[in-house]
C-alpha cells in the first residue's frame, strides 16, 4: 500500500524559511515524478515544484523559482520542499504526489495524471 506522509508545514512570518517533507513508502519510485502542489481557498491545486526521482530532474512554477527547492532523498525514500523568502500568498495547503512520469512533460503539472497523494500540510505566511 502506498503512503504519501507530509510534515513540517506551520506558521511563518513573511521572509522566513520552511522545509516540507514527504516520506513515501510501499512502492519502488524510481520511475516515478514526485510533485508537490498547493490549494488555497477558492483556488486550484497547482503545482509547486517536481523532481523525477531517479534522474533529479526538476521543474517549478514561475511563482516560485529562486525561493523554493525540492529535492529527494534517496536512503531515507524522503522529498523534501525548502521554501524561502514566504510570502503570503504562498499560504496553502501543500500536498505531496507521486505519479509514473508521463511522455508528455505538460502532465506533470494535472493534478489529475498524479496517482498517489498525501493528506496535506498547511503552511500560512502573515506579513
Known amino acids: 500500500q502506498v503512503q504519501l506522509v507530509e510534515s513540517g508545514g506551520g506558521s511563518m512570518q513573511a521572509g522566513g524559511s520552511l522545509r516540507l517533507s514527504c516520506a513515501a513508502s510501499g512502492r519502488t519510485f524510481s520511475s516515478y515524478v514526485m510533485g508537490w502542489f498547493r490549494q488555497a481557498p477558492g483556488n486550484e491545486r497547482e503545482l509547486v515544484a517536481a523532481?523525477?526521482?531517479?534522474?533529479?530532474?526538476?521543474r517549478y512554477a514561475d511563482s516560485v523559482k529562486g525561493r523554493f527547492t525540492i529535492s529527494r532523498d534517496n536512503v531515507k525514500y524522503t522529498v523534501y520542499l525548502q521554501m524561502n523568502s514566504l510570502k503570503p500568498e504562498d499560504t496553502a495547503v501543500y500536498y505531496c504526489a507521486a505519479a509514473r512520469i508521463p511522455g508528455d512533460s505538460r502532465l506533470l503539472e494535472v493534478a489529475t495524471w498524479y496517482d498517489y497523494w498525501g493528506q496535506g500540510t498547511q503552511v500560512t505566511v502573515s506579513s
Open positions: 523532481i523525477i526521482w531517479g534522474s533529479g530532474t526538476t
